[in-house]
């Protein structure tokens, strides 16, 4: 039987709560209305007086400013477009992540360059590479091989764009490994 385990789901979006009319708990607020305009220094219950009079919510849109400032506006709306620019901000950051490119020490010219369009491919998205060897056998006693193909195929790909070493060529018991980077 197949236990399933649940995913820690995280929250959607990071969307910081604005106080809106009644919630607002300052004595005084420097007011904006709704088209931009200051309208100075009001008490809150006068504030939110003269937005219900235009149809509109008052919305604490920086409350650490002395007095805090209030907006004048359209609760639904602001929210919708904080969380379009939360979206937006989270669609355009990129998570790096390592991928691997196995090799080997009796690798063919063609399979070599096959990996090495993977790995360009895998830089220029912003990812990192893990070129690996996973030696077998009598392929342990010669691992120098297997160091002179990883620092060839740095090299290869250092030609087409400037890359930085991560992690040197190590070898861990039968594995020979570097991490490589686009600078």
Known sequence: MRIHRHRVRKPKFDIPEYRTNRQITAPELRVVDENGLPLGIL???????????????????????????????????????????????????????????RLSVRIGEHDFEIRRQ?????????????????????????????????????????SEFPIRTEQAVTKQGGRVTAIIARS
């Open 118 to 158: 993977q790995a360009k491919k895998f830089l220029e998205r912003g990812d990192k590479v893990r070129p690996e060897i996973v030696l077998r056998g009598r392929e342990k006693a010669h691992a120098y091989l297997a160091d002179e193909i990883i620092t060839r195929f740095v090299k290869s790909l250092e």
């Open 43 to 101: 008490k809150t219950s006068e504030a939110i007086r003269i937005a219900e009079e235009r149809g509109f919510d008052l919305v604490e849109v920086s409350p650490k400013a002395e007095p805090p400032v209030a907006k004048i506006l359209d609760h639904g709306q602001f929210k919708y477009q904080k969380e379009k620019e939360v979206r937006k901000q989270k669609i355009q950051s990129h998570e790096v992540d390592i991928k691997g490119v």
